[in-house]
């Protein structure tokens, strides 16, 4: 069974030191395909090295995250379309309502938005405690699509952002016990609209809790998309990774 991982930061530092050792880990539990999003100016360099040397196994997406927005320039935005003629998608952007700067963080997820439609890519958003905001923004761009990472919104809201042609980004918060209303979106949502995504290094499922994520933990949140679902996994897993390609033109 291959799995592609719709969301990990295989840029991130965290790995450097270990880099080959966890992709070796990954294809040793069938994950061989990576959609991995960088998050400021600062790090689209290195993933596009990364990218190079993992032709068709690393997918990158470059764009300007929410939490630091604060850190990005006009200049930025100069540079991103440069780096997106070798993407898949725009991104990581969006909005994070558990942050401030509000309005700092609408004007840089505007700016990609609109660079998205201009450039016919789809786009990776963050949207925490942000899916209403975003969603009203998407509808403002009716032409777009993309994926809502990690996400945790109501049922309500998850049905908005698959009617405006959008999937659900879904990871190992489906493996903690405790969230019986994510659990219940993944088992009523379409199959056709979920990505998964180990979010590595961050965001570890239940079983690893306080560890460092890592992307061979992906198989875990497919057994649990299986399980809550009453599916076989291999079944799950062929339909989510149709959907990655499909989105991402693969």
Known sequence: MQLIDSHCHLDDVRFDQDRDIILARAADHGIDSYIVPAVSRSSWPKL???AA????????????????????????????????????????????????NSGEQLYWFRAQLDLALAMHLPV????????????????????????????????QQAETVITQG??????????????????????????????IESDA????PYTRRGQRNEPAFLLEIV???ATLRAADTASIADQ????????FRL
């Open 48 to 50: 596009q090295t990364l």
């Open 53 to 100: 040397t993992h032709h068709n196994t690393i997918h990158p997406a470059y764009g300007l995250h929410p939490w630091l927005c604060l850190q990005h320039s006009h200049g930025d935005l100069d540079q991103l379309p440069l780096f997106l003629e070798q993407a898949v998608a725009v991104g990581e952007c969006g909005l994070d309502g558990g942050r401030a």
């Open 124 to 155: 990776i958003i963050h949207a925490y405690k942000a899916v209403d905001e975003v969603c009203r923004e998407l509808r403002r761009r009716p032409a777009l699509t993309g994926v809502i990472h990690g996400f945790s919104g109501s049922p």
């Open 166 to 195: 959008f999937y659900l980004g879904i990871g190992s918060s489906i493996t903690y016990p405790q969230n019986k209303r994510l659990q219940g979106i993944v088992t009523e949502m379409p199959l056709e609209r979920l990505l």
């Open 201 to 204: 290094p961050d965001q570890p």
């Open 223 to 225: 057994q649990q998309l």
């Open 240 to 247: 989510c990774n149709r959907n990655v390609r499909e989105l």
